[in-house]
């Protein structure tokens, strides 16, 4: 070959083959049905993996709360100040315990209804915040206020007794 013939062949080849020079031995070619079977089988993972979720929600659904469980004695938790509690039983759940005012307490779980972030009682706003998204929720009934959260936080009924705080399962109201 002659220089002029490899000057011409330099100028034909794009500059993005010199960027990014590429060994034809070592390249791989992925055919479109290589890339089909890929996918195939990716969404079947992805299908089986869900119907996994599913049928394991409904073999092993969640147990609801039973009995009243001690949190804490309420001089623990002065007025406007939260309390974060764990309660045990077929898996760990977080919630949180408030302090509004005199004798009046409210108990949610910490999990965010739109990603489970964990929620936290602002006691300037007198809200509780979802920080990954700026939700807010009512410190009162758990309702939301602002934000992308889709329902209101789950919860608890509160039982004061004899200086001790007590939560358990809220009753259902029809209607």
Not at 68 to 96: A, D, L, R, W
């Amino acid at each position: 070959m002659s220089a002029r013939e490899a000057n011409d062949n330099l100028e034909k080849i794009p500059n993005w083959k010199s960027d990014f020079p590429i060994e034809s031995d070592n390249a791989t070619h992925v055919g479109r049905r290589e890339f089909a079977k890929f996918l195939a089988l990716f969404s079947g993972a992805l299908a089986l993996t869900n119907g996994v979720i599913v049928v394991r929600s409904l073999l092993f659904p969640t147990k609801p709360l039973v009995g009243e469980h001690f949190v804490c004695n309420e001089t623990e938790v002065p007025i406007g100040k939260m309390f974060q509690f764990e309660i045990k039983g077929s898996k760990v759940i977080p919630y949180i315990l408030i302090h509004l005012a005199e004798n009046e307490w409210r108990a949610f779980e910490q999990k965010c209804t739109h990603l489970t972030c964990a929620v936290r009682y602002r006691e300037d706003l007198q809200k509780i915040e979802c920080p990954c998204h700026h939700g807010f929720f009512s410190a009162d009934t758990g309702e939301v206020l602002q934000g992308p959260p889709p329902r209101r936080l789950p919860q608890l009924e509160v039982v004061a007794k004899e200086g001790k705080i007590y939560v358990k399962q809220r009753e259902q109201v029809n209607g």
